[in-house]
């Protein structure tokens, strides 16, 4: 239990430390100029060192399907409810895939290492790449929209690089394409920067962040999708269906993953009340402490 302690309270530095700047230098410090620098360069080497660290093997895609198809259910759900309930265009975005967005890498890989071991690196690998696609195609479609028509929405979804990244590194791992040693050190550079600069940024948007620029309706329908609704849907089907027990915990804690530190960063990037995506992570990261290891006890069940 202390490994998942230590798993999750590491990566707190980071966010304490962008409190403490934006605290400090206060408007010296521009978000937007951040998450540009963030989403559209250095998420780019994230992207291409995390699919081609390890060769993606087709034969696990079995997992992350069952995660992409739980995650499809609940959006469906949410498409047919949160309309009725969200009339403010950029809370009826933010309620729709927020809670579907999980930290399924920086959080959800060490956890599942702590619980699993390394055995769990090939499934979580994968799982967080289906994860990859949900943000940056159903993600960036739904913040976009927060301030933008659908045909614009669309298009915001091909003008990021990260996406074509993805697709070329796939292509090159499928291939087996040898990459120099010299340029995989070059893509980890890039990619601890961008895992530190977007942990950091969240900590920028936490400053001044206050729980109650949150409606209450908001507030408890992402949390309700993201801690009960996910994974009563992913225990149920878990439970049915016939899978080795340790592939099944993965793609249940991975669902159990709060919300992910890339919210904030689509949430800023599409002007979709960012200090409001930041306070509902932050909620569903300190909820998480303790929902983790009821998570983890229930795993007792697969």
Known sequence: MSSIIFSILSIYVFIVMGYLSKMSFQEKIDDKTITLINVYFLQVFLTFWGLLIRPIDITLLFAPSIYLFIVLVVLLFSALIARYLFQEKKEYSIAMVSAVIGNTGNLGIPINIAIFGEESIPYTTIVNLFNVFVVYTIGVYFYSRGSYDAKTSLTNIIK???????????????????????????????????MTMQLFLFGIYLYGTQIKEISKRLLLWVLTLKFVLLPIIAFVLLYNISLEPMVKGIIFIELLMPLAVANVNLASLYECKP????ALVFISSFLFLGIIFIGVKLLEYF
């Open 275 to 278: 200090r409001v995506v930041t």
């Open 160 to 194: 990021l690089p990260i996406l074509w990244a993805a697709i070329v590194a796939i292509l090159l791992s499928v291939y087996e394409v040898t990459i120099h040693e010299s340029i995989m050190k070059m893509l980890m550079m890039g990619a601890y920067a961008s």
